[in-house]
């Protein structure tokens, strides 16, 4: 169980156009998801906090106008890269918030696969 | 969220038992040690978590210290598989759905 799906698992595109990554929790509902970008030898950055029904909270930094997070639904929130440019080429992970585990219970994060984006 | 520091690397010997240290000298009394994992090109996965008593579950053991300043992960036999970067974060219960915080990790490389 928890399981979060992302697509596509990598993507190839040009310069100045937009890429969709959609992030979905399969078998249970997530009112909160969070964004990460990890450059090659880098950690896990976080991006910004996706709430279902309302505006995502970025991390300072992170251009909203250049991310677009849309979470419309308790399973599904996507990131729009838009414009991309070389230096946004990237591994793009997102997270949900899964079914409790172990003795001490919740608030476990489960991850997608991530995104890998190339742009050219 | 607290910082923890873990050493940047580590090797291990397959079917040995690898342990990995944190410290989190800064930690609070809400906030809980997890650990997750990365192997290359892939999404972090869970390992286990704790607060303040050792914790085992099918993948590994957490051991944390009686002053909760510092705690070790236990893969009791490591195998080539187990070769990933290994997170030890702290975080908050008491929050709800806040992110983890990553740094740098550990990253192990189990040799045959």
């Known amino acids: 169980g928890a399981v979060v799906s992302q697509h596509p698992s990598w993507v190839i595109c040009k310069s100045g156009t937009s890429v969709k990554i959609e992030c979905r929790s399969l078998?249970?509902?997530?009112?909160?998801m969070f964004w990460y970008r990890q450059f090659p030898k880098q950690s896990l950055m976080l991006m910004a906090t996706?709430?279902?029904?309302?505006?995502?909270?970025?991390e300072q930094g992170v251009e909203k106008d250049k991310f677009l997070i849309n979470h419309a639904s308790l399973t599904l929130s996507t990131l729009t890269v838009t414009s991309a440019h070389p230096e946004d080429s990237s591994f793009y992970i997102c997270?949900?918030?899964?079914?409790?585990?172990?003795?001490?219970?919740?608030?476990?994060?489960?991850f997608g696969a991530g995104s890998r984006l190339t742009v050219l | 969220d607290a910082k923890t520091t873990q050493p940047t690397s580590m090797d291990c010997a397959e079917g040995r038992a690898a342990n990995l240290p944190c410290n989190h000298s800064?930690?609070?009394?809400?906030?809980?040690v997890y650990w997750y994992r990365q192997i290359h090109s892939q999404g972090p996965q869970y390992i286990i978590h704790?607060?303040?008593n050792n914790e085992t579950n099918e993948m590994a053991s957490l051991i944390i210290t009686e002053d909760r300043k510092s705690s070790t992960l236990i893969l009791p036999h490591a195998t080539l598989r187990d070769t990933a970067v290994y997170y030890c974060?702290?975080?908050?219960?008491?929050?709800?759905?806040?992110?983890?915080?990553f740094g740098k990790g550990t990253r192990l490389s189990v040799i045959a």
């Open positions: 704790g607060l303040k």
């Open positions: 974060i702290v975080r908050s219960q008491v929050s709800g759905n806040t992110p983890l915080v």
């Open positions: 996706s709430n279902e029904g309302s505006k995502a909270t970025y």
């Open positions: 078998d249970f509902q997530a009112t909160t």
């Open positions: 997270s949900a918030k899964g079914r409790d585990r172990g003795s001490l219970g919740a608030n476990v994060l489960t």
């Open positions: 800064t930690i609070s009394g809400n906030e809980y």
